[in-house]
Nanobody, 113 residues
């Protein structure tokens, strides 16, 4: 399995970004897909996840602002980020696991005030 994130960038507070994660491998639909972020000075934290049954979970800090989705036909997972805040600044990683853990290289999101 390989994961490649894209879509990061610089945006003003209140703006939006859509992150994408491309999954290379088999049986994508079976995997729970996760978005983590690492903000300056903090540990990597779980932001959102979407299961094989399309059950979603969000960190309290992003509920109501971020939306995770997946396209099983394209082997893609997305993170729509709206009403962005400066504290959302960080590197966003795609993660999944099935006996083995798989991380993407991350994409930088910078929100200016």
């Amino acid at each position: 399995v390989q994961l490649v994130e894209s879509g990061g960038g610089l945006v003003q507070a209140g703006g939006s970004l859509r992150l994408s994660c491309a999954f290379s491998g088999s049986f994508f639909g079976r995997y729970t897909m996760n978005w983590y972020r690492q903000t300056p000075g903090n540990q990597r934290e779980l932001v959102a996840s979407i299961s094989s049954a399309w059950i979603t979970n969000y960190a309290d800090s992003v509920k109501g602002r971020f939306t995770v989705s997946r396209d099983n036909d394209k082997n893609m997972v997305y993170l729509q980020m709206d009403s962005l805040k400066p504290e959302d600044t960080g590197v966003y990683y795609c993660f999944t696991q099935w006996a083995t853990s798989y991380w993407g290289r991350g994409t930088q999101v910078t929100v200016s005030s």
